[in-house]
């Protein structure tokens, strides 16, 4: 009806539907089906005029908590870690939004209620590979075997390395074209 409001009147469309279809689109929207044609026609008119036939998107509930080996503050070192495509490619899948720094992707993530071993099983073997290779561990190794590679380390960090990469990641990058001057 809403593509039809804004091609021709609906009234005038109305009119060229039986009166038996009328009825029973009048008892589906809870309109009295007694009178006329224009009568039913003026009723399915207003209600849609009166926006009732839009029906809101039902809710869908939250995603399962799934049980977690790290705690926030490692998985969020763990995703940051990531370059902006694999972080994007993890987003996407959970279609969750794909913008802001890392740590607020990081973040997103956290909240997204998903375990580590589902979210890094996003990407591929090759991508898991190259993360992998990245951070000096072993790259080989079926799917399973990298992504449990990957929770391990982070989880298994001692403090003094876990700081030290927790203020490396953070750290803003050095500007290309060097100090400015006055």
């Known amino acids: 009806m809403r593509l039809v409001a804004h091609m021709a009147p609906p009234s005038f469309v109305l009119r060229g539907v039986g009166l038996d279809t ?11 089906v007694s009178g006329a044609k224009e009568d039913l026609i003026e009723r399915i008119v207003r209600h849609v005029g009166a926006e009732r036939d839009l029906v809101g998107e039902p809710e869908l509930p939250p995603p ?38 890392k740590q607020l992707q990081a973040s ?3 909240d997204a209620q998903r375990s580590e071993a589902t ?16 951070l000096d561990l072993k790259p080989g190794g079926s799917k399973p075997d ?4 990957l929770v391990q380390h982070f989880a298994s ?18 500007s ?7």
């Open 146 to 149: 990298r992504i449990e590679r």
């Open 176 to 182: 290309k074209e060097g100090p400015v001057a006055p």
């Open 22 to 32: 009328l009825r029973d689109t009048c008892r589906d929207i809870g309109a009295a």
């Open 108 to 110: 997103t993530l956290w």
């Open 64 to 101: 399962p908590k799934e049980p977690r080996r790290l705690s926030q503050t490692r998985f969020c070192l763990l995703f940051e870690q990531f370059r902006g495509l694999e972080l994007a490619t993890i987003l996407a899948e959970f279609d969750l939004r794909r913008s802001g720094t």
């Open 157 to 174: 960090l001692d403090e003094v390395t876990f700081q030290a990469t927790h203020v490396a990641a953070r750290a803003p990058l050095p």
């Open 119 to 134: 979210l890094l099983s996003c990407l591929t073997n090759l991508e898991l590979e190259v993360i992998l290779r990245r």
